[in-house]
């Protein structure tokens, strides 16, 4: 479904993720860790799109909302994942469609659109290898606080990163990041 752009085209994905409107990245005040735990309100939450680690985070989604007890999860997903999620109870899935994507392989306007207008409080990327369309998708739901794994340009999406010794096992990253969470 979703091919990462590489050489021009990602150098290219990531300029427009700086000037356009749409993916612009709001620079916010700091925000107190604690406050996270205590009055988390939407969360959005982009689970992995290769098939591999999808399957392995969904095992701790579970444990993602056990840290935001008082969160209103909503899970971003490539659609033809669905049927791999199972029931998770208390969580809303946003499916991910071919239309979803544009010719740079980043989120649409419409997307970001839509994502912007669930005012996510907090959003959180399971992708552990620097995939730009959910990095971007955080980014763009105006989030005050953005969770993701540590990458070349995690620093305009992200302004909390986790930096795990490994990303070869994405089961260990995901421990790194309960461990955070906690």
Known sequence: MLKEPKGIKRRLAVLLAKILP???IRTESPFIP?????????IMVCMPFDNNSFRTAV???????AAFPLGKFILIIP???????GKQ???????????????????NRKLCRTIRQRNFKTAVDLNTNGILFSSILCAASGARVRIGFYNEHSDLFFNFQIRPKSFLNPADCYRVLLNYLK
């Open 79 to 85: 659609e033809l994942y669905k049927g791999w999620l």
């Open 22 to 24: 749409g993916y612009k």
């Open 59 to 65: 095992d701790y989604i579970p444990a993602v909302k």
């Open 34 to 42: 604690a406050d996270i735990g205590n009055s988390p309100g939407n």
């Open 89 to 107: 109870d208390g969580m809303q899935v946003f499916p991910l469609t071919e239309k979803d994507v544009n010719f740079l392989s980043l989120p």
